[in-house]
């Protein structure tokens, strides 16, 4: 049984892998320019999704295959995503800087 | 026992191995996730330096994650040569993968080596635990890979690999795709957001 | 590997045969229960009155954390894995699981994983300590900082962590296993929305697994890096905090209630149903009340931390997430009771247990419905009443669920069945024995007691309630006393069951009891929900042939899983005595078993 009508080409790889060069220049460059800055951070957030999106639908070929597989990557992901959106609310301002008092009242 | 001509057949069409570990790269979200949060959470807690800023080195890793990258190209064509049955260059691209994984981990031994010397270590302060713990379980990642690939390798060179059982080149290639991904991820978070 | 030999103690080390490898599951997990039970004992005697001195507090510490972390991890979790490897490959029409082997390491996993646990009792002596001091003594949920070596300077966290380590890694392996087995080795015609609500169960479970593990994995590594190489990752001068801990234990620690208690009830909405004579009520809705649990299990963990500080938004949201949880479980439980309503009983020793979970689950649930709203619950938290709510949805649900499953499949698994009037008294000896030790701590809880102190002033007014609980407790040892005499009786004098004696509508129930070793000589081809019953729809599927059409290849044994299950505890002894050099020993061990297992011969 297969489940893949067609592998992509050496073409296919080899333009992603530029692709992935590309970006990580592009986010090494955000990095050092300081007119960047300001939006440092959803740029590079961005950026290394791109990145991600690329290796994990083309690389691990999760495009082309069997939603199912989809499934039991994304919603695990997901979850994972979620847990850290979470955990970010509820230390966000729970700890003071630079060792000062307990997890406080919000 | 005689073999029964019974065919595999499968509920989803899909193979065992390669559900099982997609499944798995699933949970793993949730390990490097749970690594990723605390070092997120702890972020600038730090209460004794050396601080991030002062300590990595983005040129350095710059070139770490492009060999992690390129390792995953090399890793594709690895692929797709078993796959149509060229061994020749499926042993060669299988061996570049793993040597540029060796090289990425010779790259942590050199980053992990210098932060020691310039007094960041695990025990110094929370940027030191959490970093080391995070990259230091990535490293381990991707060293049970390069040992994964260099066994493929060998039984390449022993004329047990070929298309018919290109699955396993697949779900390497699976297993490693995602150790360059967390480490995508690594690179943004620890190094370039600062 | 070849053909294995079917008898003595070879075969059963290199089993990779479900059905073998879930008796071993319940021998081993029985056996921990009633260890798990007998520190309960010691727990009880202790409190039976005021100002006890029966154990030390350093001996009494130990035993609330053994108890809890040998129920939770070495007999509940185990007792359904149990049903997990030798009932779902017969339900879904399969000749085994995905990976025989992997399952078997899975066990051998397990046992080595519980047996390091259990080590500690005893090695006192080893760390120049007595015996019986080194057992983990943090709780069963290791709160940092006490955790922390500054405050647990010996080994008993160590023994916690790392056997806790070992463990996870059987669970996540069996988690990979029966996910890939439910959704792919299912007969023809086994479409998903006609699998028994069991298999369901276990599916949800198996994802909450593979998903819950790897947190408290790395809440562990955690601890184990702040013990033994000096990191701050709980460590309040450092800038951390505690609560981390507390966080990453309880993102584990909620769905891990779901993992014990979901598998309970699909073993009563199995259950149910043969005895009632009738289909569950709302197949559909069940299946999906199921899944919404499973989902929504993730979204209320810092329930368990509303005394801790985290602020009234996040406490609001959190009891909101917990309140709505009581929905689909609720549901769950008006469509038990619907499946009975109107049906023709036959009041089996199964069935006893499966109403008895119905009725004490509503206890359990309403106390935990209590607990969700935080200014109720910081009264309740760290009391008796918290050891309440535990024990009724636990054991209460848990344990009398498994107990349904135990006396439903028996015959299936021994080929004998179990006598029923034992049963009747074994059920009304344990029901009658659980609420005498159970119900009291609400009140107990209510009255002041603290959990997790080793005794109690007679002040306190609580000192006949603990009486009647310790009474409740013994009971309770009565009562698996006439269990195991049932068990040994049937053995050899017990009445012999065929394919179906309580007329089942699964496919388990079309093979003879035990079945052959390749379970179905025919793979069947499933055409209804219910392929044993006639309906309205349809009639009775016809059973497999008693002989098989043709010689049918089963996988033989293989000593590998065993060599690389080593491994780990060999790994684990290395931190336990801080010697590098073991650590090599133990990853050779699982090398040399993993690069054996990969390169055998070995068809499925």
């Given at each position: 049984m297969s489940e893949e009508h067609r592998h992509p080409t050496v073409d296919v790889y080899l333009r992603v892998a530029a692709a992935l060069v590309i970006l990580t220049v592009l986010e090494v460059g955000v990095f050092y320019v300081p007119a960047f800055h300001p939006v440092l951070v959803p740029v590079l957030l961005v950026l290394s999704t791109a990145k991600f999106a690329l290796v994990v639908m083309f690389y691990m070929h999760l495009k082309a295959d069997s939603k199912f597989f989809t499934f039991l990557f994304g919603a695990p992901l997901l979850l994972a995503l979620g847990v850290m959106v979470a955990l970010l609310f509820l230390f966000f301002g729970a700890l003071t800087l630079r060792g000062g008092g307990a997890a406080g009242a919000g | 026992m005689t073999h029964a001509a019974t065919a595999h057949h499968t509920s989803m069409g899909l193979d065992n191995r390669k559900m099982a570990f997609w499944a798995f790269i699933g949970s793993e979200c949730l390990l490097f996730g749970s690594l990723i949060s605390t070092y997120l959470v702890y972020k600038g807690r730090s209460v004794v330096g050396p601080y991030p800023h002062e300590i990595l080195n983005i040129p350095f890793t710059s070139v770490s994650t492009f060999d992690l990258l390129m390792s995953s190209l090399m890793m594709v064509l690895a692929l797709a040569a078993v796959q149509r049955g060229d061994m020749k260059w499926g042993k060669i691209w299988l061996f570049s993968t793993a040597l540029l994984g060796l090289v990425f981990l010779g790259g942590q031994v050199i980053e992990f080596t210098e932060f020691v010397h310039k007094g960041l270590t695990m025990s110094t302060n929370l940027f030191g635990c959490t970093f080391f713990v995070l990259t230091g379980t990535h490293g381990a990642h991707v060293a049970v890979g390069v040992l994964w690939l260099l066994t493929l390798w060998v039984r390449a060179l022993q004329g047990k690999l070929g298309p018919a059982n290109a699955m396993t080149v697949e779900i390497t290639g699976l297993y490693w795709h995602f150790v360059d991904v967390v480490w995508i991820i690594i690179f943004t978070v620890v190094y370039l957001i600062q | 590997m070849s053909d294995a030999p079917s008898t003595g103690l070879t075969s059963w080390l290199t089993t990779t045969d479900h059905k073998r490898i879930g008796l071993l599951y319940f021998w081993t997990a029985f056996s921990f229960f009633l260890i798990g039970g007998l520190e309960a004992l010691l727990i009880r005697a202790q409190l039976a009155q005021p100002d006890g001195h029966l154990v030390s507090a350093e001996t009494y510490n130990q035993l609330f954390t053994m108890h809890g972390t040998t129920m939770v991890f070495l007999a509940l979790m185990p007792l359904s894995a149990s049903f997990f490897n030798y009932i779902v490959p017969l339900q879904i029409g399969a000749r085994d699981v995905a990976f025989p082997r992997l399952n078997a390491f899975s066990y051998w996993v397990f046992l080595l994983g519980g047996l390091f646990l259990n080590a500690s009792w005893l090695v006192g002596p080893l760390f120049h300590a007595g015996m019986l001091n080194v057992a983990p003594d943090g709780g069963w949920f290791g709160y940092a900082n006490l955790t922390e070596r500054q405050y647990s300077p010996g080994p008993n966290i160590d023994f916690w962590l790392l056997g806790l380590q070992i463990l996870g890694i059987s669970s996540l392996a069996a988690g990979f296993n029966f996910i890939v087995t439910i959704l792919n080795l299912r007969a023809p015609g086994m479409k998903l929305m006609r699998l028994p609500t069991f298999t369901w169960m276990t599916l949800v479970t198996q994802f909450l697994i593979i998903t819950a593990f790897p947190v408290i994995t790395v809440g562990l590594v955690f601890l184990m890096f702040d013990r033994f190489f000096g990191a701050h990752f709980y460590v309040h001068e450092a800038g951390a905090t505690p609560i981390l801990w507390q966080h990453l234990f309880w993102l584990f620690g909620h769905p891990e209630v779901y993992i014990l208690i979901l598998p309970a009830m699909g073993i009563v909405s199995d259950v149910l149903p043969t005895f009632a004579r009738k289909p569950l009520f709302g197949y559909t809705v069940v299946v999906y009340s199921g899944i919404l649990i499973g989902f929504m299990g993730w979204g209320v963990w810092s329930h368990h931390m509303f005394s801790v500080g985290l602020g009234p938004i996040a406490d609001s949201v959190f009891a909101a997430t917990t309140m709505l949880i009581a929905v689909p479980t609720g549901v769950k439980i008006f469509n038990w009771i619907a499946t009975l309503w109107g049906g023709a009983i036959r009041g089996t020793t199964a069935l006893h247990f499966a109403v008895g979970f119905i009725a004490m689950f509503i206890i359990g649930g309403l106390s935990g419905v209590t607990h969700a709203s935080p200014p109720a619950d910081l009264q309740q938290t760290d009391t008796y009443y918290v050891v309440a709510h535990i024990h009724y949805v636990l054991f209460g649900g848990t344990i009398l669920g498994l107990f349904a499953g135990i006396y439903y499949w028996w015959p299936k698994m021994t080929g004998r069945l179990l006598s029923e009037p034992l049963g009747k008294w074994h059920f009304w000896l344990q029901f009658l024995g659980m609420n005498l030790a159970f119900f009291p701590m609400h009140f107990i809880g209510l009255l002041g007691m603290p959990r997790r102190i080793y005794t109690y002033s007679a002040d306190l007014g609580v000192t006949d309630l603990n009486l009647v609980s310790t009474v409740g407790a013994f009971l309770i040892a009565i009562a698996m006393l006439v269990f195991l005499y049932n068990v040994w009786h049937t053995r050899n004098h017990g009445q012999r069951a065929s394919n179906d004696p309580w007329g089942g509508a699964s496919l388990e129930w079309s093979i003879p009891s035990p079945p052959p070793v390749y379970n179905f000589s025919v793979i069947p081809t499933v055409t209804s929900r219910l392929p044993r019953w006639t309906t309205e729809h349809h009639g009775p599927m016809q059973d497999?042939?008693?002989?098989?059409p043709g010689p049918i290849h089963v996988p033989g044994g293989s000593w590998w899983p065993l060599v690389a299950a080593l491994g780990l505890p060999v790994m684990a002894l290395a931190a336990l005595t801080h010697t590098l050099w073991v650590v090599f020993v133990g990853a050779a061990l699982l090398l040399v078993g993993i690069y054996g297992w990969a390169f055998e011969p070995f068809e499925v």
């Open positions: - | - | 497999p042939p008693a002989v098989p």
